[in-house]
T-cell receptor, first 113, second 112 residues
Framework: AQSVAQPEDQVNVAEGNPLTVKCTYS??????LFWYVQYPNRGLQFLLK??????LVKGSYGFEAEFNKSQTSFHLKKPSALVSDSALYFC???????????FGKGTRLSVIA | DGGITQSPKYLFRKEGQNVTLSCEQN?????MYWYRQDPGQGLRLIYY???????QKGDIAEGYSVSREKKESFPLTVTSAQKNPTAFYLC???????????FGNGTRLTVT
């Protein structure tokens, strides 16, 4: 069965520093990987996805993610964090097209001015 | 603007009462989903529907029911059989294929 792990419940970073939010996955075939962000009392907003192709995926708001098949990871990154990036981040995976996404438990990012 | 509308934003019910959460989309998406969010547990799939008049159970379907009579609408009923219904409920939809999910802004249900 497919699964996603986000090993850190909380990540703290200073404004202007690079940030990384970690995600590892487990699927039986080739993964379809997604990152979402959630602000308080709101739904999730799509940031980026990896389906196939280049291992470095660029998304919204300056975020990017690197797909690493050997390490089964899909870490979210940003070169320079903003206070407004503070939110809850979810990694998600599906192992076939047109099947439901399975989400990780989320990582709370706090960017300190 | 196209999007997903969930209503109401906040809902309060007494224990033992059924309650229905509304989800409407005007994105012309085929597939719709209901997830439940609890602190520290991420999102868990309740039900999903890939086509009108058809739906499948997710990981935590017990105590919930759905219908999909129209492409635009996917209401969720939380029944009195759901042991711990207080949670944040999120509806989502997607076109077929590799498309990402689009989410509504959620309904926070409190049962006392």
């Amino acid at each position: 069965a497919q699964s996603v792990a986000q090993p850190e419940d909380q990540v703290n970073v200073a404004e202007g520093n690079p940030l990384t939010v970690k995600c590892t996955y487990s699927v039986s075939g080739n993964p379809y990987l997604f990152w979402y962000v959630q602000y308080p009392n709101r739904g999730l907003q799509f940031l980026l996805k990896y389906i196939t192709g280049d291992n470095l995926v660029k998304g919204s708001y300056g975020f990017e993610a690197e797909f690493n098949k050997s390490q089964t990871s899909f870490h979210l990154k940003k070169p320079s964090a903003l206070v407004s990036d503070s939110a809850l981040y979810f990694c998600a995976v599906r192992e076939r097209r047109n099947t439901p996404l399975v989400f990780g438990k989320g990582t709370r990012l706090s960017v300190i001015a | 603007d196209g999007g997903i509308t969930q209503s109401p934003k906040y809902l309060f019910r007494k224990e033992g009462q059924n309650v229905t959460l509304s989800c409407e989309q005007n994105l012309n998406h085929d597939a719709m989903y209901w997830y439940r969010q609890d602190p520290g547990q991420g999102l868990r799939l309740i039900y999903y529907s890939q086509i009108v008049n058809d739906f499948q159970k997710g990981d935590i379907a017990e105590g919930y029911s759905v219908s999909r009579e129209k492409k635009e609408s996917f209401p969720l009923t939380v029944t009195s059989a759901q042991k711990n219904p207080t949670a944040f409920y999120l509806c989502a939809s997607t076109a077929r294929g590799d498309s990402p999910l689009h989410f509504g802004n959620g309904t926070r249900l409190t049962v006392t």
